[in-house]
Nanobody
Framework: EVQLQASGGGLVQAGGSLRLSCVVSGVTFDDHDIGWFRQAPGKEREGVSC????????YYADSFDGRFTISSDNAANTVYLHMSSLNPEDTAVYYC???WGWGGVDLCSPRIYNGGYWGKGTLVTVSS
């Protein structure tokens, strides 16, 4: 059974930081791209950042480069998203997802990942 377990969300003040974790099981980690996505209230789900753990290739959506950092611990089948300088507009449910690693890592959209596997999200709330 494929499982993606996201954790690390919570309540943080504006300007603060959080680190999200996504533990992946049931698939060959190195054969997959792992992505972080988020969905704010009343908005569509959007791509944040994606990583190809086997080669270290990384993609960030424009809005997040510089504030968010994605990384992986391949031995632990875990992908992290370190978020800094958070603001209330970052309030959302954050999801991790996995897809077979074809094409470029910049194929980092919910539509592309809908053919893969999704975990339950973790809620991040940023207070002003």
């Amino acid at each position: 059974e494929v499982q993606l377990q996201a954790s690390g969300g919570g309540l943080v003040q504006a300007g603060g930081s959080l680190r999200l974790s996504c533990v992946v099981s049931g698939v060959t980690f190195d054969d997959h791209d792992i992505g972080w996505f988020r969905q704010a209230p009343g908005k569509e789900r959007e791509g944040v950042s994606c990583i190809r753990p086997s080669g270290g290739n990384i993609y960030y959506a424009d809005s997040f480069d510089g504030r968010f950092t994605i990384s992986s611990d391949n031995a632990a089948n875990t992908v992290y998203l370190h978020m800094s300088s958070l603001n209330p507009e970052d309030t959302a449910v954050y999801y991790c997802a996995a897809r077979w690693g074809w094409g470029g890592v910049d194929l980092c959209s919910p539509r592309i990942y809908n053919g893969g596997y999704w975990g339950k999200g973790t809620l991040v709330t940023v207070s002003s």
